[in-house]
């Protein structure tokens, strides 16, 4: 499916929960926050179903994100239901870690290896200043688990100013030594409960600070619906990206929509949610009917990710935390 800038849309990204146990400072304030009762959440049944209806539509890439995914109850029958499906190709998991190790053989045998991992820093105590959790040393050891079993990780990290930059070249060395691709991420202005800092350290300041000490980095060509930039370096057996999450400058290429855990689908991360899917289900519509909905969202998404923030509905309030709107 195309929208109206011919961008081809064929990734969903599906928050299975907005539960979280980790309280990193940029995502979520440190009591958290209000979750979501089990009714209100998108049934597994209806994810399901919604995968399917895209699927038709031409969807090839489907993520699970949260909050925590792993912390949903019986979250790998949902991922058996996804692959059964035959339609996506791609099934990938955004996690913190913390509780992914027994699952790790499961996801394996169903062909489930493409896992992003969120750590913002190398060092223990700045990684527990950031989380609000002591859970450093269960992380690296998830980490290792997958890549030992051949797991396609990438790591993410999301960059602050005056909190973790001097982790940007210890954690650029794991390409080095391990086949991961390692992503500095732009922060964005999510509702934290973090604002004391104000001043983004931005993707040129990150690429800046590579460039000074890898001097033969390179550029690699991107393909649609890449969010970041690639870079490599001779001998490095994994890449370094840098995504632009608040410079924006990755939206021409953008080829996917967010459904949130309580069925708010977003065609742009800066929108303020644009339907509500799981209403429009629990009115008994068909799955045409569905169908004629997502074609309709995706004809409407917007250019990019400043023109979807001047049409939120409340643009003076802050946006919200990136546990509810799915990671």
């Known amino acids: 499916m195309n929208d109206s800038f011919d961008r081809t849309i064929d990734y969903v990204r599906i928050a299975v929960t907005d539960r979280c146990n980790l309280r990193c400072f940029y995502c979520m304030p440190a009591e958290g926050i209000p979750y979501e009762p089990k009714a209100q959440l998108l049934s597994y049944e209806e994810i399901t179903r919604l995968l399917r209806v895209l699927g038709d539509l031409g969807f090839k890439k ?14 790998m029958q949902l991922l058996e239901s996804t692959a059964a499906l035959g339609d996506y190709s791609s099934i990938h998991i955004t996690s913190n870690g913390t509780l992914l190790q027994k699952h790790i053989t499961k996801l394996k045998a169903l062909g489930i290896t493409k896992i992003n991992l969120s750590i ?28 030992d079993n051949g797991f396609q990780v990438k790591l993410n990290a999301v960059i602050m100013n005056g909190i973790n930059t001097q982790d940007i070249l210890s954690l650029a060395a794991l390409a080095e030594t391990y086949p991961v691709d390692v992503r500095f991420i732009e922060e964005m202005p999510f509702n934290g409960g973090y604002k004391e800092n104000k001043q983004l350290y931005s993707a040129r300041d990150i690429y800046a600070d590579l460039k000074a000490h890898y001097t033969d980095l390179e550029a690699l060509p991107s393909t649609h619906g890449d969010t970041a930039s690639l870079l490599s370096m001779p001998n490095f057996k994994g890449n370094i990206g840098i995504i632009a999450a608040f410079s ?5 290429t953008c080829n996917r929509l967010r459904i949130s855990s309580k069925g708010e689908i977003k065609s742009c991360l800066y929108d303020d949610g644009v339907f509500n899917i799981r209403d429009y289900m629990r009115e008994g519509v068909s799955d045409e009917a569905l169908a004629a909905k997502f074609s309709e969202i995706i004809r409407l998404k917007p250019k990019d990710g400043f023109e979807a923030e001047k049409m939120r509905k409340s643009p003076s309030q802050s946006m919200k935390s990136m546990s509810s709107i799915g990671g």
């Open 62 to 75: 489907v993520r699970f994100t949260g909050g925590e995914p792993f912390l949903r109850k019986d979250f």
């Open 248 to 252: 924006r400058t990755f939206c021409d």
């Open 120 to 147: 913002d820093s190398l060092d223990k105590e700045r990684f527990k200043k950031i989380t609000r959790r002591d859970d450093f040393e269960k992380v690296m050891q998830t980490f290792h688990m997958l890549i």
